[in-house]
């Protein structure tokens, strides 16, 4: 079976980062399949970079290695990771981005070895890559490296009852659509209040009018606010962190 690695990045494909980095793959994994999952994270985003990594490490046939690079720490101590975690494998840097790997219980990581010739601003290329094709090869992870005792774990916040009862979220993230993610699931009968406006809660897009502002079940479970053939972040103002509330 071709090996299958993914890439997700913030490098945008203006530049030839991207190219570089699959050359390096295919220089050691001729005829692999790679799969863009993006390079259009927001510059230096790690946090959105995990919250992506989420929704589709598992997605894929086991045995994929996963390269994930939004390394605003790049040539610092940071350290450099790879996982192995249920027959899925990671590598990227160690600053929260490959998380939701290293919240499994079966995760191990390690941190990888640097080759003196890596260029202090280019492990994307230089250290990941490499890491990958050893991975694909079936060069077990505990080889790359030496055990990662302390990476770095980011979490989604929980949400809480505030002095009414009321169960209050944030946003944690605004989609290409337009769309506010929250960190709320929906409950039977709950409203949904955002800056004081109750939003009504929808099961699809269509139970809206073109224009209508909404809020409906996404495919990760999570509650997002919408508006149909528009934009919600922009229609009320919305960023990551505010907060938002099932009344």
């Known amino acids: 079976m071709p090996s299958v690695v993914t890439l997700l990045t913030d490098f945008g494909t203006a530049d030839g980062y991207v190219g570089e980095m699959k050359g390096a793959l295919l220089s050691e994994l001729p005829g692999a399949t790679i799969v863009d999952i993006s390079h259009d994270i927001p510059a230096h985003d790690v946090e959105l970079g995990r919250l992506t990594v989420a929704r589709y490490w598992r997605r894929f046939p086991r045995g994929t290695v996963h390269v994930a690079v939004v390394d605003p720490g790049v040539g610092s101590t940071r350290a450099s990771l790879a996982i192995a975690s249920d027959g899925w494998y990671l590598v990227g840097p160690d600053n929260g981005l490959l998380s939701p790997a290293l919240l499994m219980s079966?995760?191990?990581?390690?941190?990888?070895?640097?080759?003196?010739?890596?260029?202090?601003?280019?492990?994307?290329?230089?250290?990941?890559?490499?890491?990958?094709?050893?991975?694909?090869?079936?060069?077990d992870v505990d080889a790359l490296g030496v055990p990662a005792t302390s990476p770095i774990i980011r979490r989604t916040p929980e949400p809480h009852r505030d002095g009414s009862g009321?169960?209050?979220?944030?946003?944690?993230?605004?989609?290409?659509?337009?769309?506010?993610?929250?960190?709320?699931?929906?409950?039977?009968?709950?409203r949904l209040v955002v800056n004081g406006r109750e939003i009504p809660l929808r099961r699809t897009y269509a139970d809206l009018d073109a224009g209508e502002l909404g809020a409906l079940v996404g495919s990760t479970g999570l509650i997002e606010i919408v508006v149909r053939e528009g934009r919600a972040a922009d229609m009320l103002g919305l960023e990551r962190g505010m907060k938002v509330s099932l009344r």
């Open 166 to 190: 009321h169960l209050v979220g944030e946003v944690i993230a605004i989609d290409h659509f337009g769309n506010a993610i929250t960190n709320l699931v929906s409950m039977r009968g709950a």
């Open 106 to 139: 079966d995760a191990r990581a390690v941190e990888l070895n640097v080759p003196q010739h890596a260029s202090p601003t280019f492990h994307g290329r230089d250290v990941f890559a490499p890491a990958a094709a050893e991975l694909a090869h079936g060069v």
